[in-house]
């Protein structure tokens, strides 16, 4: 069965810090994403990546990088948190691109006080 | 802003009736998908309808597409306490490699 795993499901942290979020998929995928969801705002693209040390900007990158070393690991670096960024942070992945099928990790409730 | 617009934004009923949700959207799509979302989870995957097909169907789940209208709409039968959910859909557009989420539509199923 095909896997995406989040490393946290519940973080809290403070203003001011640097936070990774770590996500890692076991099926081999290309492509991989980072989404974020605000209620009422559903999902929105923070960055993806098609292939090892790629990366793109998606719709909401600001205050965000990412680093894809490995195929089968996207992180997410905040930075220097803040409290904009309280939010559920969902990483996905897939076969044939981003416009096709995603996978998706269980979701990581960040929290920035 | 969104590309997808989820109707109603919430449903309540009873376990055994019918579910319909619909989906707007703006512009041409390759493809619009439907998601799952348990409360506080990740979402899930349930069905993908390419911009030349009309109609598709997986188990329970009844999915039409109208590009003339440019909306979509799911429909889950005879359901169950265990699809109480939200479900979203996304579009996948142009040459953009990546998908565009509506806001959702929370489906109360009660017994």
Known sequence: DVKVTQSSRYLVKRTGEKVFLECVQDMDHENMFWYRQDPGLGLRLIYFSYDVKMKEKGDIPEGYSVSREKKERFSLILESASTNQTSMYLCASSFYGGGEKLFFGSGTQLSVL | SQQGEEDPQALSIQEGENATMNCSYKTSINNLQWYRQNSGRGLVHLI????????KHSGRLRV???????SSSLLITASRAADTASYFCATATGTASKLTFGTGTRLQVTL
Do not use: A, V
């Not at chain 2, 039409?64 to 440019?70: E, H, I, V």
């Open chain 2, 64 to 70: 039409t597409l109208d590009t003339s209208k440019k």
């Open chain 2, 48 to 55: 993908l309808i390419r911009s030349n097909e009309r109609e």
